[in-house]
């Protein structure tokens, strides 16, 4: 099997989709900064303040897969561990749907 022409590619393409990504996130939670308060009160800016905690998330996460992948592409070490980012990223995934949860249903009681 041929090796590929330019190594290390993958994971620059797979970290600019992350970065596409948290900053997809982030805009929207600024756009529900603006949008849901008036509707959601201060459950708005909790909803929108999370999002804008999970894209920061997401960016520093994508950096850092960066990193450790490019890394190991030079080394050729084993895999690294990403259990941490792992976490931090399922936290706040779910602190997210929880809060988002809570809206849902508050305006459904409405």
């Known amino acids: 099997m041929r090796r590929p ?3 290390g590619m ?3 393409r797979t970290s600019l989709a992350w970065r596409r990504t948290a900053l997809s ?3 929207g939670s ?3 900064l603006r949008v849901l308060p008036p509707q959601l009160g201060a459950l708005g800016y909790a909803v ?3 999002g804008l905690v999970w894209g920061l998330n997401l960016a ?3 950096r ?3 990193r450790d992948g490019a890394r190991l592409l030079r080394t050729r070490a084993g895999a690294t561990t990403a259990g941490t980012s792992l976490m931090r990223t399922a936290v706040t995934s779910g602190m997210f749907a929880v809060v988002a949860l809570t809206a849902v249903l508050v305006l459904a009681l409405r």
């Open 64 to 66: 850092r897969r960066y």
């Open 48 to 50: 929108s303040a999370l």
């Open 25 to 27: 996130v982030t805009v």
């Open 60 to 62: 520093l996460t994508a």
């Open 5 to 7: 022409a330019d190594v």
């Open 30 to 32: 600024l756009v529900g």
């Open 10 to 12: 993958q994971a620059e």
